[in-house]
C-alpha cells in the first residue's frame, strides 16, 4: 500500500535535510519529500507530527537470522540486518533458508572466513547457521596457520563465496591470533582484487598479551595500506577496551594518509561469545582486566566462580555462550571511554546483535518464535534489542553529543555507504532521495528508549511508532505486524 507520512520532521543525512514536511512512498520506494504532498487514491496517510521519519537503520553486525531476532531489531529502527564479522557458509545455502522461512528485515552475509579455514584444514563441512560458527570458536585445529595448500584451499573458497553473492569477508581473526600475519595480507589482497571489504574482529592487542605476533588494530591498518582493501574494524569498544584512546589514534593517522578503514561500536560495558574463545581461556584473562566472574553462561545464567570451573566449562561445552563484562558502566571512568568509541568522527552504530533462544520444554534449545510479544524466558544479550535505541538516547537525547543528522548518519547512511562497492542493492539504502528503498522509520522521540536488560534481554525498545521495509510496514502504532516478512536478501555484484 502506498503511504503519505503527514507533517514529520523529516531527516535525510544524504542531503543534510531537517525540516518539518511530508514523505511519500510509492510501490516500495521514495517517491516525492515536499510540502503539502496530495496522497495517490487508496493511500494511507498517517499523521507524523511531532515525530522524526528518517531511513531506517543498517546493521552491520547482526547474528540474529530467525523472524522472532528481526522482530526485536525492527523495534529498534533497524530495517536491514546484515551478519558480516562472522558470516555464514555455503553462502548461497544461508540466502536460500532466509528466503524459503522469509524475513521481516532486509538480509545478507559475508564470507565466513573462519569457516574456510575449518574447511581446508579439518575438511568440516561447512553448516550455514551461526550455532555451527560458536560451535567452531572452541575448535582450536582451524586457528593455526595453514601450509601453503590449506591456505590456498581457503582463499578458493572465499573467491567462490564473494562469486555467490557475498557482501566481503568476515574474518573471526581475535579467535585465532596465534595464525600467520601473512595470512591477513592474503585475504586482504583477495579483497581489493574483488572490490569487496573486510569486516574484522581483531586479533588481540599488544597490551593485553605482548605475545601476539602482531597489534590486532596494527594489523587491519597496515592490511589496508598495504593492499588498499576496505577494512571494517568491528566493535573497537569491546577489543580496545581501556585503550581506545590509543586505538582511535591509530585509525585518525590510516584514515590521514588515505587508507580505507571504517570503525564501529555498540554502546555497552559487556559482550557476548562462546565461553570457548581464546582469548577467554583462564590465562588470557588478567591481560583484559578481567575475572571469571566478569563471565556469565547465556542458557543458565551461572556466573562462572573461579578457574576451575571456567576450564570445566570450557571443556565440557566450549559453544556454549556467554556475556562478558569488559567494561563497568555504573563507573564513569569506563563509561568514557565507551562514549569516545561511539563519539569517534564517522564510527558507525552496529549492535552485534545475538541469537535468541529458549529452553525446550522436553530439554534441548528453540531458537525461533513465531508469536509476538515474545514469549518470556528468551536468552540473548540485551544489545540484540536496544543498541540502536541506546545509542539515541545516549548520544542524541541525554548528551547532545549527535544532533539528529548526525544519529542517521551513524545508524543508517554511514553504515549502507560500506557497501556500495560490492552491492549495487545497498546504494539506496541509508537515506530518503526520491528513488531510495522505502526503508523508513518513524520515532517518537519523547518516548524513545531501550529497556532490554542483561536480567530480561528481550525487552522490545519503545519509540519506533512506525517501521516499513521495501514500504512495506513492519510496526504499526508501535507493535509488530505478524504476518509481514518484506526482507529481501542483500547480495554482492561480483
Known amino acids: 500500500m502506498d503511504t503519505l507520512l503527514r507533517g514529520g520532521r523529516v531527516i535525510d543525512p544524504k542531503t543534510e535535510t531537517d525540516r518539518i514536511t511530508d514523505l511519500l512512498i510509492t510501490q516500495g520506494r521514495v517517491a516525492a519529500v515536499g510540502d503539502g504532498l496530495t496522497a495517490p487514491t487508496d493511500a494511507e496517510v498517517v499523521d ?76 568440516r563441512v561447512p553448516v550455514a547457521d551461526f550455532t555451527a560458527s560458536m560451535d567452531l570458536l572452541g575448535t582450536p585445529d582451524w586457528q593455526r596457520s595453514s601450509s601453503p595448500a590449506e591456505r590456498r584451499r581457503w582463499l578458493s573458497l572465499l573467491e567462490d563465496e564473494l562469486g555467490a553473492g557475498a557482501l566481503g569477508i568476515g574474518v573471526l581473526m581475535g579467535y585465532a591470533p596465534r595464525s600467520d600475519p601473512d595470512e591477513y595480507l592474503a585475504l586482504s589482497r583477495l579483497a ?48 580496545s577496551l581501556r585503550h581506545i584512546d590509543r586505538v582511535l589514534g591509530l585509525l585518525d593517522r590510516s584514515r590521514a594518509a588515505g587508507s ?52 570445566e566449562v570450557r571443556t565440557i561445552d566450549p559453544g556454549a555462550t556467554c556475556i562478558v563484562t569488559f567494561l563497568d558502566e555504573a563507573d564513569p571512568f569506563d563509561r568514557a571511554h565507551l562514549h569516545r568509541a561511539l563519539a569517534y568522527p564517522d564510527s558507525i552504530v552496529a549492535s552485534d546483535a545475538m541469537p535468541i533462544s529458549w529452553a525446550a520444554s522436553g530439554g534441548g534449545t528453540v531458537y525461533e518464535q513465531h508469536e509476538w510479544p515474545l514469549p518470556a524466558g528468551g536468552h540473548t544479550h540485551p544489545r540484540t534489542a536496544g543498541t540502536f535505541a541506546k545509542s539515541l538516547r545516549l548520544m542524541v537525547l541525554d548528551s547532545g553529543t549527535w544532533s ?3 544519529a542517521f548518519r551513524r545508524c543508517s547512511f554511514l ?31 519523547t ?35 505478524t504476518d509481514a516478512l518484506p526482507g529481501r536478501a542483500v547480495r554482492g555484484d561480483a
Not at 424 to 433: A, D, E, I, Q, V
Open 404 to 406: 539528529w543528522i548526525e
Open 447 to 481: 518516548t524513545l528508549t531501550d529497556r532490554a536488560t542483561y536480567a530480561d534481554p528481550t525487552r522490545p525498545s519503545r519509540g519506533v511508532r512506525e517501521l516499513f521495509v521495501h514500504g512495506t510496514r513492519v510496526v504499526h502504532a508501535g507493535e509488530i505486524v
Open 48 to 123: 507524523a507530527t511531532g515525530l522524526i521519519v528518517g531511513p531506517g537503520f543498517v546493521d552491520l553486525h547482526s547474528h540474529v537470522h530467525s523472524i522472532a531476532g528481526h522482530r526485536l531489531q525492527a523495534m529498534d529502527g533497524v530495517t536491514t540486518a546484515l551478519d558480516l564479522e562472522a558470516g555464514l557458509m555455503p553462502i548461497a545455502e544461508a540466502l536460500a533458508r532466509a528466503a524459503a522461512d522469509g524475513r521481516p528485515l532486509n538480509y545478507g552475509f559475508s564470507a565466513s572466513w573462519s569457516q574456510a579455514r575449518a574447511y581446508a584444514h579439518l575438511d
Open 192 to 239: 581489493a582484487a574483488a572490490h569487496a571489504p573486510t569486516f574484522t574482529h581483531v586479533r588481540e592487542l599488544i597490551e593485553a598479551d605482548p605475545r601476539t605476533p602482531i597489534d590486532g588494530s596494527e594489523e587491519l591498518v597496515r592490511a589496508a595500506a598495504e593492499t588498499g582493501a576496505a577494512m571494517h574494524h568491528c566493535h573497537v569498544n569491546s577489543t
Open 260 to 311: 580505507r578503514v571504517t570503525v564501529e561500536a555498540y554502546p555497552y560495558g559487556a559482550g557476548s561469545t562462546a565461553i570457548g574463545a581464546f582469548f577467554l581461556a583462564p590465562e588470557k584473562l588478567a591481560g583484559l582486566g578481567i575475572t571469571p566472574s566478569s563471565l556469565v553462561l547465556v542458557d543458565t545464567g551461572e556466573r562462572i566462580a573461579d578457574e576451575a570451573r571456567l576450564r
Open 415 to 445: 553504515p549502507a555507504r560500506v557497501l556500495d562497492e560490492v552491492s549495487s542493492g545497498m546504494r539506496g539504502k541509508g537515506h530518503l532521495t526520491i528513488g531510495a528503498d522505502a526503508d523508513v522509520v518513524v520515532i517518537d522521540p
